[in-house]
Structure formats: C-alpha cells, structure tokens
C-alpha cells in the first residue's frame, strides 16, 4: 500500500513559481514510478511529467516541457513538481501518482495504482 498526500499548490500571479510536494507512505515508493498529472474544470486528466524510480529518467508534456522540473527525494519518499513562468491554462488540481508496478516512466493513468487527493493550482493573467 501507498499513500500519497500533496501540498504546496495556492494562488499565483502568471509568470510566477510553485513547488508542489507529494509525500508517500509505503516501503514500495522508491522502487515505483511516480507521476503528475492535473484536472482542469470540464476537461479530462492529462499527464504533466514522469520519473522513473530513481529520478535518473523524466518526461513531459510538451505543454509543460521547459517550464516544469520532477524530481525525488527517496530518502525523504517524496517527489516534487517545481514549476516555472507558470500560465493561466495552468489552472487545475494537480494530482501525484504511483506506479508501483513500474520502475521505468510511464504516461498512461490507467498504469498508476496510488492517487494522492489533489492540490489546487490557481494562476491569475
């Protein structure tokens, strides 16, 4: 079992910067794949970013991409979404995810077991 709780989305103006943190419980985190991704009002999930269970090996959407940086701390059993020049269609609840069946980056949702409750991420033009 893994839990997953996120924290640090708020209200910021565009152009500006949010870390968000997910911190996991479990003995499998640092063995899974972790993820982001976000829901805005009326539109479906959509992936943000991937690593793999080391943090050696990231992916993004292209709608992100240069902009937002996941890393992890296993250590700490926490992953992390720093994110730069933010922009209004940022706007949704960002949700972190884990693979536990996956070591390497994955994309799709459907592969994701564990779901943290969401932050909210609001970005103001």
């Known amino acids: 079992q893994v839990q997953l709780v996120e924290s640090g989305g708020g209200l910021v103006q565009a152009g500006g910067s949010l870390r968000l943190s997910c911190a996991a419980s479990g003995r499998t985190f640092s063995s899974s794949a972790m993820g982001w991704f976000r829901q805005a009002p009326g539109k479906e999930r959509e992936f943000v970013a991937a690593?793999?269970?080391?943090?050696?090996?990231?992916y993004y959407a292209d709608s992100v991409k240069g902009r937002f940086t996941i890393s992890r701390d296993n250590a700490k059993n926490t992953v992390y979404l720093q994110m730069n020049s933010l922009k209004p269609e940022d706007t949704a609840v960002y949700y972190c995810?884990?693979?536990?069946?996956?070591?390497?980056?994955?994309?799709?949702?459907?592969?994701?077991?564990?779901w943290g409750q969401g932050t909210q991420v609001t970005v103001s033009s």
């Open positions: 690593s793999s269970w080391s943090g050696g090996s990231t």
């Open positions: 995810a884990a693979g536990s069946r996956y070591t390497i980056m994955v994309v799709n949702d459907k592969r994701y077991d564990y």
